[in-house]
């Protein structure tokens, strides 16, 4: 009953900027955590930046200082705001949900989205 779907990426010359959008549909009550993950073609998936429910974040070191992660829980969405983009910053960015509970429900759940491609190349 959850589902994640990513938006706003795209291809930008490097020192670029791009925002990720992330949207949890379904009958959410609340989300403990939200963030994102991104992989290259041969690379194992790696956590770039999360936030909980809090306000609390978490980033990647190859990101701090450039990139910045916010949520807004009334929407149940999750943003991705990625300045001073470079060619490393090159995968397939996916949203994460974590702890996500469902209202009229005691179980918790996990969700990942399907994707989006980031491409920074001149």
């Known amino acids: 009953q959850v589902q994640l779907v990513e938006s706003g990426g795209g291809s930008v010359q490097p020192g670029g900027s791009l925002r990720l959008s992330c949207a949890a549909s379904g009958r959410i009550r609340k989300i403990f955590t939200m963030g994102w993950h991104r992989q290259a073609p041969g690379k194992q998936r790696e956590l770039v930046a999360d936030i909980a429910d809090s306000g609390d974040t978490s980033y990647a070191n190859s990101v701090k200082g450039r990139f910045t992660i916010s949520r807004d829980n009334a929407k149940n969405t999750v943003y991705l705001q990625m300045n001073s983009l470079n060619p490393d910053d090159t995968a397939v960015y996916y949203c994460?949900?974590?702890?996500?509970?469902?209202?009229?429900?005691?179980?918790?759940?996990?969700?990942w989205g399907r994707g989006i491609q980031v491409t920074v190349s001149s």
């Open positions: 994460s949900a974590e702890g996500v509970q469902l209202r009229n429900s005691m179980q918790m759940r996990d969700a």
